[in-house]
């Protein structure tokens, strides 16, 4: 009969790596390939529009040509990791990326630009779902801190890229934005190789019975994670886009709308290793019924203070609370399917993520045009988060009701 370590974790923790050098790669490979890759697009663009004589609109949709290519991989990348292993499919998609930028560099077409974007959001997926697992499974006892502290690599590729887009530029006038692409390209490929000298597989022990297979669409707890990361797809991006014109519209300066957008970043990198870490002592339950009502109090707040007070609060709620949401969110996924198929669980659920992502600009958008200004999108905002904290109260119930019932059987 196996222990009670076994059984849950189904991973020899006899043989874990050691816990800096293996997650601080990881959180170096969101870095580059989420923060550089994906996130630092819009900082790049400006400066891409003017040297390839790009319309505005030719830019928006090179931005949708690489959210596709995330989108058409990030369901595939949790099947192949179960197939062929976390690592392998994570370096090909690190491979891809770092092929993406040392292309971009060289593009002088827009077809060409079209074909590498595609390449870096499809290379982004097959890194980010991987790598998870593969984290996941290698650290059983610290899920929530080690989830956080990779996801907080993407804030931190969009901080670090604040400073490098500008510095490159102007130290290679010649090259100009191409020399971004080029200096990210090689960042990349560093990290890429100290990824395959330092990461390794989880050593899963025991083999998977017919019924230890994930369910997808039967799955109802499952269903429920894909459910509720869909709802934060939709609401995330409302604060993000337009808590800056939002602080316009009420006539504070522009200055002031870039040092609390600033706090909001920095807030988004600590969010994700601080509720991880607590969700690993007090439990995910509680936390992730926490980190719903900070997230809607994130936008309740500028509804009622329109002061710059009002929206640093703002600020620092929703900014923290959008990394504790995927970090929780995912790892309740996990914990609803076999070790081995944790890949796929995420996979799966972040599709959802992705539908709502592309679903939520738009109708906010609407919104803000047709009825009636900001407020209109902080307050649905606001209810897209309190549908999910509703569900999840309930759903906390439920099974705080599964496990009383189990004991009383016992």
Known sequence: MRSKNSSDSNFNSASLPSFWPFVLTGMLMIVTTTGFARMAYGLVLPYMQAGLGLSISQGGMLGTIMFLGYLASVGLSGILAVRWGSKAVLMAGGCAVVISMFGLSGSYSFIWVALFMFLAGGGSALVFTPLMSLMLGQFPDKKGIVLGMLLSGAGIGMLLSGFLVPLLTAQFPVLGWRAVWLGFGIISLVVLIAALLILRNPEIVGSVKETDKPKWLKNKALMQVAVLYFLVGIAYLVPNLYQSGFMLAE?????????????????????????????????????????????????????????????????????????????????????????????????FISIFYAVGQMLGPGMTGWMIDHLGGYGVAYGFGAVVYGFGLVASLISGRKQKLLEQSKKIKQ
């Open 251 to 347: 006539g504070i300066s522009d200055r002031a709308a870039g040092l609390v957008y600033a706090i909001a970043g920095i807030f988004s990198i600590a969010g994700g290793p601080v509720w991880g870490s607590l969700s690993d002592r007090f439990g995910v339950n509680r936390m992730f019924i926490l980190v719903w009502a900070c997230a809607a109090a994130g936008d309740i707040i500028p509804l009622l203070n329109h002061s710059i007070p009002g929206f640093v609060s703002s600020s620092v709620l929703w900014g923290s609370s959008i990394g504790g949401l995927v970090t929780l969110i995912q790892l309740k996924a996990a914990k609803q399917v076999n070790p081995r198929y944790v890949p796929t669980a995420i996979g």
